[in-house]
């Protein structure tokens, strides 16, 4: 049992290193500072990895936000005034408990360490790096503190923020004084987060510097549960829309005493990663505590009046809160997939597997891929030139690659998610007999007129 237990651990680390090789290997992702032997918790995007990212975050804004009339965009400042995170309860309550090891010195979140079952340590946290004893758990606030201005004062203190949250409680006087919108009403931002997290772990799963995309909805407390039921049904189409395995994400209802002191109701979404069921995002019932916190604290009011029953109330709150990060690598582990459809480059005629993404094509971060079959023939080269200009104009991220052998740009592609390949051949030109497309996943080939490639693909990407 503990031998297949450890396969399926090693199974697991496996695939996740695969992933992280693959997104190095072809510029998604690489590690924060790696010339410098890195800094923990830290990513920084490529060019793929950043196009991909930028597609969902597109998609995601059409969703909550183009499409919907009820919706204020916002890009508020990440550094905010200190009263933002005492209104909010950050200065006194984010914070996790953290253990140390009395042996090694590392340090941990306790709350992710079990305690030991069995033999004389039964009933103790034991350290996973080195076995040691580890000591009585303190918290530690996660925020990342800094100073603003050139004189280091209490008044001087300020923090990189936590969560976008609070960006847009600080503005929501200003979305009514400059749109006077009636409730329900939302404001949507898309934004760095900060989280000076005790063990960043598992890649872009727990960084310390993170994408958000969370939303502000606005309601007046007799109708919250409409729109959280709303957002909960939002919440999935979204998860449908960037592709991701819909039989993989699971609901976690947060039973009373667990959730965080905001909220009265909480459910997780969670996700089958492949180092276990976690959260990927959440979808919270804030109540009225942020809005009167910062009515408290800034003497500011922040009711809201109803003109039509006359009442004055503070709104209430349901946000549904988005890791983008965490959306990069859910779609990252779903479409990683290896294959028997490999190439044969040894010459003892061992076929290596194929690595590739399966990536949906409107996330893509290439969509069409364009190839002369020969570099050397300038004829094909032209012909392939043309293709790829008449492509770009309709249809963007249209990739121009005429780098090695035919095989071995199919075999790029694939691996970032490439979903179709266009080559020019003899036929193309001699025949006019088209062009031919290739499918990234089944790997078939069909002819495609010139004149009928455009609608051809599109239809394919877009449909
Ligand atoms: P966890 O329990 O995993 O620490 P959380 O409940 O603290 O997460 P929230 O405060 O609800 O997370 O943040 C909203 C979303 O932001 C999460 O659902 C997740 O997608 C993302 N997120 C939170 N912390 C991190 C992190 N350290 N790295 C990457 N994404 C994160």
Redesign the pocket.
């Known amino acids: 049992m503990l031998l297949m237990k450890k396969e399926k651990k090693n199974e697991e680390s496996e695939v996740m290193e695969s992933i992280i090789s693959l997104c190095k290997r072809r510029g998604f992702i690489f590690q924060g500072s790696e010339i410098y032997g890195g800094l923990a918790?830290t990513w920084d995007y490529g060019p793929y990895g950043l196009a991909l990212k930028n597609n969902i975050k597109a998609i995601w804004w059409k969703r909550f936000v183009l499409d919907r009339d009820d919706m204020y965009g916002m890009d508020a400042a990440i550094l905010m005034n200190q009263k933002t995170w005492q209104a909010s309860g950050h200065v006194d309550g984010f914070a996790?408990p953290l253990v140390e090891c009395k042996k090694c010195k590392s340090r941990f979140r306790a709350d992710q360490i079990p305690l030991e079952k069995e033999g004389k340590l039964a009933g103790f946290q034991i350290c996973p790096d080195c076995g040691g004893h580890l000591g009585a758990s303190r918290k530690f606030n996660m925020m990342f503190k800094t100073t603003v201005g050139a004189v280091e004062s209490e008044e001087s203190i300020s923090y990189l923020r936590?969560?976008t949250a609070q960006g847009m409680f600080v503005n929501f006087k200003n979305i009514i004084d400059s749109f006077h919108p009636k409730l329900p009403f939302g404001m949507a931002q898309i934004g760095k987060?900060f989280?000076n997290?005790i063990a960043?772990r598992d890649f872009?799963?727990?960084?310390?510097e993170?994408?958000?995309m969370?939303i502000e909805y606005f309601v007046n407390p007799k109708n919250w549960k409409k729109s959280f039921e709303d957002f909960q049904k939002e919440m999935h189409a979204f998860i449908k829309d960037v592709g991701l395995d819909v039989k993989k994400v699971h609901e976690l209802e947060i039973p009373d005493g667990e959730r965080?002191h905001y909220s009265k109701r909480t459910i997780?979404?969670e996700y089958d990663w492949p180092f276990g069921r976690?959260?990927?995002?959440?979808l919270?019932y804030r109540t009225d505590f942020d809005l009167s916190a910062h009515a408290n604290l800034s003497k500011v009011s922040l009711e809201y009046s109803d003109e039509e029953t006359k009442e004055k109330f503070i709104p209430h709150v349901i946000e549904p809160?988005?890791?983008?990060?965490?959306?990069v690598l859910a779609i990252l582990c779903d479409a990683y997939t290896e294959d028997e459809m490999g190439i044969d480059e040894s010459k003892e005629g061992k076929k290596e597997k194929r690595k590739y993404l399966r990536l949906a094509p409107t996330i893509a971060p290439v969509k069409i891929a364009v190839f002369p079959l020969l570099r050397n023939k300038s004829a094909l080269v032209e012909k392939a030139r043309e293709i790829y200009k008449i492509l770009k104009k309709t249809i963007p991220a249209v990739k121009f690659d005429d780098n090695g052998n035919i095989g071995k740009r199919y075999r790029r592609q694939d691996e970032i998610g490439t979903p179709f390949c266009v080559t020019i051949d003899f036929d193309t030109i001699e025949k006019n007999a088209g062009v031919t497309v290739r499918d990234r996943d089944s790997g078939k080939q069909e002819r495609v007129k010139e004149d009928e490639l455009v609608k051809y693909i599109s239809e394919k990407i877009y449909n």
């Open positions: 918790g996790d936590p969560e987060a989280r997290e960043p872009l799963f727990r960084a310390r993170f994408e958000q969370e965080a997780d979404f976690k959260e990927l995002y959440g919270a809160s988005f890791g983008l990060d965490r959306t």
